[in-house]
């Protein structure tokens, strides 16, 4: 049988049908896959030192075999894995602690390929910050080579793969064909396809290493930056937009009533929106701004823009109470000009559902504000000028497409999304590069900041003692876990736990309540109605108040385990108090490791919400930042469109340049790149197709 890049792996020398079945778990069916099979990381076993020659307080690179292991428990309970390692110059201790199931993947006569600190513990010890484990018997040719450190699975080890990959990868590389324009490689400064593939598989140097990746991120997010052109197109392309007139009848007057200066970035946002809206192509924008950047004041500009068009205008929140809230915001904003807001969500009486209708289908100038109900009523709008949607990543891609359908004229509304995560702007245009993005990036003067502190254990009276002072005061309280119930398998205290120990405790007589995301929606509502209205001094909850509603005379934060939190996560907490005029309070409270105290630090020393975005990023990546990824956004593999910024804008230039040339990928020399396009993202590109 010919090999071949789609050659099934069953038919590879050294793998039979059960290698093959656990490869499927590593999604790699064929010999092209096992190529593209990338290692995530490399040890550079250039620079092993003999056992012998460690010093307390080195940091180094070790090869040596197992010669005992064993489980040791500790006074507080832990249980610590260790192992004596040995090599031709002698042998030294290793240690796991927390991780006694290591105890089924590291054997005696097992080659250790280890990194890390040597520390005194009863005689040298080495900490390993990474291992790999070059299987049992290992010869020493590995000291003198970069080990290419790939994804394996139970029953298939690292070794394993790597051996499949060197022992095919002569006959592989040579099937390799290049796609990408060599002008385009050359511009970008990257090597191309197979040498690339050669380098990451088999490294001469971590530098070569990371010289082959750069090829491949490139191409990655250079698909990416395709996709985005592409459906930007469709989206723009699919109706004609509403060309809207600036009059200024409704937005001139709204900016000489509002109680407050404009920001320099809320005054670029409006010019950009304004702008969008009045071009005869569709707006599809994302206004992304921290806690506190007025990104509602911005959206209402462009929602009186449509207004004084004639046309009526949508407003979307994820939750009853984000939606109420806003209705209240806008109504105050807005009753100067004679603007009532319409209410719209499920739990509205028939009267107020009948009169919401009534002024959809009758087509006058309008603004509703809903829930999800927007798109579930029978009712449309007659002439939806604009949908804008707030929180728009807590609404899946058929709700966003639901609501920009609403309208019953030939043209599509304008679609404006709002969004309060902090991203770096790089990382937004790669994330979002579909969208036009208006960055929010200025807090508004006088706003006061939030005092943030960490602080010990052995404090507890005292914070409990400052937040009972600020409740006599007057104030409220937050008071946050990482989790609702008891763990076994964590040992943390839990927000059920610790309301009930807290109201009989240090905080008895004070009116506490209970907040997590496993209650019924009306029950969670209703709670945080109570708080709002002054009914709950302190609100022992989850993270499911990161996004909630604005109250005001809330002005302490306690976040319990921090540690167990991204940073952005905090700062969306922290978000929840300094609302109103008095001084407020954010205080993490826990014993934690030192290297979960510098993290920690960021939030102390920052309230820049990208600053901390970009921190969170470097140190957890980015599905801790995005939670719930926007549906069709392609995922990366290899790339990193933080840490890679110059490649990706790299990708961007080359993407623009390509599809300006060739819009449809129509040449002979670029129908390669539209197949493998085509195959890779298909589905993303189908998806991208929501407006």
Not at 299 to 310: G, I, R, S, V
Not at 677 to 685: E, F, M, S
Request: hydrophobic share 45%; with cysteine; charged share 25%.
């Amino acid at each position: 049988m010919r090999l071949t890049l789609e050659t099934p792996v069953t038919y590879l020398t050294g793998v039979g049908p059960r290698r093959a079945e656990l490869l499927k778990r590593l999604n790699i069916f064929t010999a092209g896959d096992l190529l593209w099979h990338i290692p995530h990381r490399y040890e550079d076993a250039t620079t092993v030192r003999s056992i012998n020659s460690l010093r307390i307080g080195d940091d180094a690179t070790v090869i040596g075999t197992v010669i005992s292991t064993g489980i040791l428990p500790t006074k507080k309970g832990l249980r610590v894995f260790q192992a004596v390692v040995q090599d031709a110059s002698g042998l030294i201790e290793v240690a796991w602690p927390g991780q006694p199931w290591l105890d089924r993947q590291i054997k005696k006569e097992d080659v250790l390929l280890l990194s890390g600190p040597v520390r005194f513990f009863h005689g040298r010890q080495l900490a390993p910050r990474e291992f790999v484990n070059l299987g049992a018997g290992a010869d020493g040719t590995t000291g003198g080579r970069v080990l290419s450190v790939y994804g394996a699975t139970e029953g298939l080890s690292v070794k394993v793969i790597r051996g499949l990959i060197e022992s095919h990868l002569d006959a592989l590389l040579p099937l390799v064909e290049e796609y990408l324009p060599a002008p385009m490689l050359t511009a970008a400064g990257v090597p191309a396809l197979r040498e690339a593939l050669a380098a990451v598989h088999r490294p001469a140097s971590v530098a070569a290493a990371l010289e082959g990746r750069s090829r491949l991120a490139f191409e990655e997010l250079l698909f990416v930056h395709l996709l985005h052109r592409k459906a930007r197109q469709l989206t723009r392309n699919a109706r004609d937009g509403i060309r809207f007139v600036n009059k200024k009848a409704l937005t001139a007057r709204f900016r000489e009533v509002l109680p407050f200066t404009l920001t320099k970035a809320q005054v670029r946002s409006i010019r950009e929106i304004v702008a969008d809206m009045c071009d005869a192509t569709r707006m599809h924008r994302l206004l992304q701004g921290d806690v506190g950047t007025g990104k509602t004041v911005v959206a209402l500009f462009a929602a009186l823009l449509a207004m004084e068009n004639d046309q009526q205008v949508a407003f979307m929140a994820p939750t009853e109470l984000l939606a109420e809230q806003h209705a209240r915001t806008i109504d105050r904003l807005l009753a100067p000009l004679g603007i009532v807001p319409v209410l719209l969500t499920g739990s509205r009486s028939a009267a107020e559902r009948r009169l919401a209708a009534t002024r959809m289908e009758g087509g006058e100038p309008c603004l509703v504000v809903g829930t999800h109900a927007l798109v579930q009523v029978k009712t449309a709008f007659r002439a939806l000028g604009l949908a804008i949607i707030d929180e728009q990543h807590r609404f899946g891609v058929d709700q966003r497409r639901a609501l920009a359908e609403r309208g019953m004229g030939p043209q599509k509304p304008d679609v404006l999304l709002m969004s309060a995560t902090p991203i770096p702007r790089s990382l937004a245009l790669t994330m979002y590069g579909d969208l036009d993005v208006s960055l929010l990036d200025e807090r508004p003067p006088g706003r006061k900041p939030v005092t943030t502190a960490m602080r010990p254990e052995s404090a507890r009276a005292k914070v409990m003692a400052f937040i009972r002072a600020q409740v006599e005061a007057g104030r409220q309280a937050y008071i946050v876990y990482p989790l609702v119930e008891e763990s076994e398998k964590i040992a943390l205290t839990a927000a059920t736990t610790a309301c009930e120990e807290l109201t009989s405790g240090p905080l008895a007589g004070l009116r506490l309540a209970l907040l997590h995301g496993r209650m019924a929606a009306d029950e969670k509502d209703e709670v945080m109605r109570r708080f709002r209205d002054g009914a709950i001094d302190v609100l022992v909850a989850t993270t499911v108040i990161e996004v909630g509603i604005d109250v005001p005379n809330a002005t302490v934060m306690v976040v319990e385990h921090p540690e167990r939190f991204g940073l952005s996560q905090l700062h969306q907490l922290r978000g929840r108090v300094g609302r109103g005029a008095a001084e407020s309070f954010c205080i993490l409270l826990g014993d934690v490791g030192a290297e979960a105290a510098e993290r920690l630090q960021v939030i102390v020393r920052s309230e820049d919400g990208f600053e901390i975005a970009r921190a969170d990023l470097a140190i957890r990546g980015m599905g801790d930042l995005f939670g719930e990824r926007q549906s069709g956004v392609p995922t990366f593999r290899i790339a990193d469109p933080l840490k890679d910024e110059a490649l990706s804008d790299a990708a961007r230039i080359a993407a623009d340049r390509l599809v300006d040339e060739d819009p449809d990928l129509a040449r002979p020399e670029h129908r390669r790149i539209k197949q493998v396009l085509r195959r890779g993202y298909g589905r993303a590109l189908e998806l991208f197709r929501v407006g």
